[in-house]
């Protein structure tokens, strides 16, 4: 007998407070950690939530969805104004190896925790999209910066907005390096060997390591550039500061001739 399940996540704040939601369900959790809380319900429904923002549900209908992510919305830090979304079907059929397809996976199990290696699977690709625009929005404006040396001379920028860039660059690794755990196997999948199989194969079929290595890369190319940047803005300080050095000495030698001849 085959049916079918379809996981659907939202990426809808930079963060999610888990103790807060935890206590406004106010019942008891499948699994639980200080990241990410999975809940079961009725008519083989799950939510599971993630400290990064993102929430995974299964077995809900879109107006279910857009209610339950409303209703945590107490619970949300700097919500997204437009929400990442994405699908994931699971095919089951009994006894099946497990196989993927381009937007599916056919396993021949399902239960809780085959559905929490798929939610984390997914909730972390939709984190990984997220990251993955911040990143091009930030290289982008470094060429921004680039392309003004290559046609003025000059970096346009001040330092207090300078400084503003660098501190948005490192929150975006830090974010990186919080919650994206590709590297990790989570701890369920330890001591059985299928949900361990069931998880690599995740992982490599939402190129998690790739996109992961994507992401790192081009953050690499703006911290490089940034480090240019930096020397940039400490040398027009630098000279910024011998110019009123120079012009202090010249008016302290004027102020001595005009003592001396007056």
């Known amino acids: 007998m085959s049916r079918s399940v379809k996981l659907t996540a939202f990426l809808v704040a930079?963060?999610?407070?888990?103790?807060?939601?935890?206590?406004?369900?106010?019942?008891?959790?499948?699994?639980?950690?200080?990241?990410?809380?999975?809940?079961?319900?009725?008519?083989n429904k799950y939510q599971q939530y993630f400290n990064y923002g993102v929430v995974v549900f299964s077995g809900y209908t879109e107006e279910e969805m857009k209610w339950n992510v409303k209703a945590i919305q107490n619970y949300q830090r700097s919500p997204m104004p437009t929400w990442l979304r994405d699908d994931f079907q699971i095919e089951v059929e009994d006894g099946r190896e497990t196989e993927f397809e381009f937007d599916a996976m056919i396993v021949g199990r399902l239960d809780d925790k085959v559905l929490r290696i798929a939610m984390l699977n997914l909730a972390q690709s939709v984190a990984l999209d997220?990251?993955?625009?911040?990143?091009?929005?930030?290289?982008?404006?470094?060429?921004?910066?680039?392309?003004?040396?290559?046609?003025?001379?000059?970096?346009?920028?001040?330092?207090?907005?300078?400084?503003?860039?660098?501190?948005?660059?490192?929150?975006t690794q830090n974010d990186i390096a919080e919650n994206i755990y590709i590297f990790d196997a989570p701890d369920q999948v330890w001591d059985d060997e299928y949900l361990d199989r069931l998880?690599?194969?995740?992982?490599?079929?939402?190129?998690?390591?790739v996109?992961?290595?994507?992401?790192?890369?081009?953050?690499?190319?703006?911290?490089?550039?940034?480090?240019?940047?930096?020397?940039?803005?400490?040398?027009?300080?630098?000279?910024?500061?011998?110019?009123?050095?120079?012009i202090l000495i010249l008016v302290e030698v004027f102020d001595l001739l005009l003592t001396k001849f007056l």
Do not use: C
Request: aromatic share 10%; no cysteine.
């Open 14 to 43: 930079n963060q999610l407070d888990i103790k807060g939601i935890k206590s406004f369900f106010e019942i008891k959790p499948l699994s639980d950690s200080s990241s990410e809380i999975l809940y079961g319900f009725s008519g």
């Open 130 to 171: 997220q990251y993955h625009l911040v990143s091009e929005n930030l290289l982008t404006e470094v060429k921004g910066f680039s392309n003004q040396l290559e046609l003025t001379g000059k970096l346009k920028i001040s330092r207090i907005n300078m400084m503003r860039f660098i501190g948005k660059a490192l929150n």
């Open 199 to 209: 998880h690599q194969g995740l992982m490599k079929h939402f190129d998690l390591r």
């Open 211 to 246: 996109r992961f290595s994507e992401i790192e890369y081009t953050l690499r190319i703006i911290e490089d550039n940034l480090s240019v940047f930096r020397e940039i803005i400490h040398q027009r300080e630098s000279q910024l500061l011998e110019m009123i050095i120079i």
